[in-house]
T-cell receptor
Framework: DSGVTQTPKHLITATGQRVTLRCSPR?????VYWYQQSLDQGLQFLIQ???????AKGNILERFSAQQFPDLHSELNLSSLELGDSALYFC??????????????FGPGTRLTVL | TQLLEQSPQFLSIQEGENLTVYCNSS?????LQWYRQEPGEGPVLLVT?????EVKKLKRLTFQFGDARKDSSLHITAAQPGDTGLYLC??????????FGAGTRLTVKP
């Protein structure tokens, strides 16, 4: 158990819909990361927040958005869903969010299926 | 497009064999990490290497960072079924943002 929690574990929805994925970081961690993992694309970095502010942005689509709240939990919003958005979505957290020894602790993931 | 290229993509071996997987890039990294991911779970950090030429050992696993800090290898001695999983490397750029490779999926058959 990494200490990072994600809900829901599984999510099945239809094309065109909107969903929200939730992540609670480890106690004391200030950074939260979101990743998308599909079979053919590996682990793709989407976005990182540090203490409520966006710190880095990766390959995140305009249909996707995220935020980190004052209690440091984070939500990833996916809208106008397409079949290709079906994937595992991981949240990770770390104490700071940068530096050579920055260790990311991953949650168990949310499996999103878009039908 | 992956900044980090991992090879091989898939590897299936018998218990007791040795293996090496590679992580290559044209970019220089300030540090490189290896993670292992088991089915249904998130990746777990195995090691961080920082210095060019650095070698770190973790039981039967040996990690090496290339002299130019552009590549890394992971060698497993006498592989066991418990080593089965997806091995991911992640490199930190100058701004220390980590980016992951696509991984090597290892299967060790008993």
């Amino acid at each position: 158990d990494s200490g990072v929690t994600q809900t829901p574990k599984h999510l099945i929805t239809a094309t065109g819909q909107r969903v929200t994925l939730r992540c609670s970081p480890r106690s004391g961690d200030l950074s939260v990361y979101w990743y998308q993992q599909s079979l053919d694309q590996g682990l793709q970095f989407l976005i990182q927040y540090y203490n409520g502010e966006e710190r880095a942005k990766g390959n995140i689509l305009e249909r996707f958005s995220a935020q980190q709240f004052p209690d440091l939990h984070s939500e990833l919003n996916l809208s106008s869903l397409e079949l290709g958005d079906s994937a595992l979505y991981f949240c990770a957290s770390s104490v700071l969010g940068w530096g050579p020894y920055n260790e990311q602790f991953f949650g168990p993931g949310t499996r999103l299926t878009v039908l | 497009t992956q900044l980090l290229e991992q090879s091989p993509q898939f590897l299936s071996i018998q218990e007791g064999e040795n293996l090496t997987v590679y992580c290559n890039s044209s970019s220089v990294f300030s540090s490189l990490q290896w993670y292992r991911q088991e089915p249904g779970e998130g990746p777990v950090l195995l090691v961080t290497v920082v210095t060019g030429g650095e070698v770190k050992k973790l039981k039967r696993l040996t990690f090496q960072f290339g002299d130019a800090r552009k590549d890394s290898s992971l060698h497993i001695t006498a592989a066991q079924p418990g080593d089965t999983g997806l091995y991911l490397c992640a490199g930190a750029s100058n701004n220390n943002d980590m980016r992951f490779g696509a991984g090597t999926r290892l299967t060790v058959k008993p």
